[in-house]
């Protein structure tokens, strides 16, 4: 196990009716707050109104921008920021998804800085000072509620970055599993595909001697395969909702990734996909995921074993390990195919061939040398992506 430093700051307040203590959590940081939201989910199935009546309640003024898109955009973000200047706002409330939250982040750190925003995502600067941020989640996923993280595209030359800082972890986040019941199917399996990835990208560490974070990344994953279906069959089990809600927050709250070093390749590989075709990042996921799995597994034959044989059941093959593997990999594509994702590019609908221009965007981000399980180097990824075919 390696040395670690684990803190993670943000009050998480769940289960039905949290949302009620809203305007309260809100009201100790800020009497006036920009209320940020995405394409207009939470107006057409009542989370607005719950937001605004308990904002109300605690006397706090709210100036709305709403709009940000899945994969969200710069521009956006840009006049968030200079909304925030203008109204001389400190607080921002992001309630939505994974996208909303990591524009509201992007916006907290750009108001009191000089110069272009997009400095952070491209390392060029590093936030001073960050506006507090607090969440109300809609959408079990990218697990920014607690992350430390935001992901935006900007749309000149649609380059989507990240970039993190301890400071950009929201004050609090309010879960109420019962505001994801009206997620449409594809949404659920997407969130979840994120979320089974989030656990993926740490598991696969070439650290050794890890078994607690090891049997906790199993749990979680084996929590999301039995509870994905039941969700898909009845979207509103309360129950089977609130255990995926809070496993998409746990799978990335940092605590899974202790004393180990996470891998993450899939994740920048699938960044270029969202970037240009504009897809849902799980679903990106769940076709670039196992096509990096076939590429690697010969790094550590005996972890992908593992993986087989705890998360799937798969009976190890004493004989030959490689065909538990093999086996492993495929009961992970059955089970994303089973709940309506997409295993290959042409079923995400890519059918053209950008590999080599998504290549080289990739190690220009990232430096040569992607991931830490095995170093991938563009030839490598190009190689992924034609196995995702
Ligand atoms: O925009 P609205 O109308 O609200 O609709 C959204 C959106 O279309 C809809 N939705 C959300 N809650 C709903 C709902 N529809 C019905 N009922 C509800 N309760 O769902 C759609 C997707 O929303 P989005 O926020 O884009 O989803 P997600 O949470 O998956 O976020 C994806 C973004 O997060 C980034 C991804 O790259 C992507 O840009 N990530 C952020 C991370 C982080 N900050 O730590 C880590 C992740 O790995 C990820 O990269
Ligand atoms: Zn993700």
């Known amino acids: 196990m390696k040395n670690f430093n684990f803190s993670n700051k943000t009050e998480i307040i769940f289960g039905r009716g949290s949302e009620r203590k809203l305007g309260k959590k809100t009201k100790a940081f800020s009497n006036k707050i920009l209320l940020h939201y995405g394409g207009g989910s939470i107006k057409k199935y009542g989370v607005y109104d719950k937001v605004v009546d308990s904002l109300k309640e605690s006397g706090v003024e709210f100036i709305e921008l709403g709009g940000v898109k899945p994969n969200p955009r710069l521009s956006l973000v840009k006049e968030g920021i200079d909304i925030c200047r203008k109204k001389d706002i400190n607080f921002i409330l992001a309630v939505g998804g994974g996208s909303v939250i990591d524009s509201a982040k992007a916006i907290a750190a750009g ?46 030359g649609w380059y989507k970055q990240s970039f993190g800082t301890d400071e950009l972890r929201p004050k609090f986040a309010i879960l109420n599993p019962e505001t994801t019941f009206t997620l449409p199917p594809y949404q659920t399996a997407a969130g979840a595909v994120d979320i089974i990835a989030h656990v993926m990208e740490r598991y696969f560490t070439k650290v050794s001697n890890v078994d607690l974070t090891d049997r ?24 089977a909702r609130a255990e995926i809600m809070w496993a998409g927050t ?110 080289t965007k990739c190690i220009e981000i990232y430096g040569d040398g992607l991931g830490s399980f095995m170093k991938l180097d563009k030839e490598d990824i190009i190689k992924i992506y034609e196995l995702a075919k």
């Open 111 to 156: 108001v009191s800085y000089d110069g272009d925003v997009w400095d952070f995502f491209d390392g060029k600067a590093r936030p001073k000072e960050v506006l507090n941020i607090g969440v109300v989640l809609t959408i079990p996923a990218a697990g920014s509620e607690t992350s430390a993280g935001t992901v935006v595209t900007k749309e000149e």
């Open 216 to 239: 906790l990344c199993e749990a979680t994953l084996k929590t999301m395969i039995k509870n994905v279906p039941i969700v898909l069959e009845n979207s509103e089990d309360y129950d």
């Open 250 to 359: 746990i799978a990335h709250n940092g605590l899974l990734g202790t004393g180990r070093i996470g891998d993450w390749a899939s994740h920048n590989i699938e960044h270029e996909l969202s970037a240009i075709y504009d897809v849902a990042h799980g679903a990106g996921l769940a076709v670039i995921f196992p096509a990096w799995m076939q590429y690697v597994y010969k790094q550590d034959i005996n972890r992908f074993a593992q993986f087989a044989t705890r998360v799937f059941g798969v009976e190890y093959d004493f004989n030959d390990p490689e065909r538990t593997v093999i086996e492993g990999i495929r009961r992970l594509k059955s089970f994303f195919k089973s709940i309506g994702m997409p295993v290959t590019l042409e079923e995400l609908g890519v059918e053209d061939n950008r590999f080599e221009e998504m290549a």
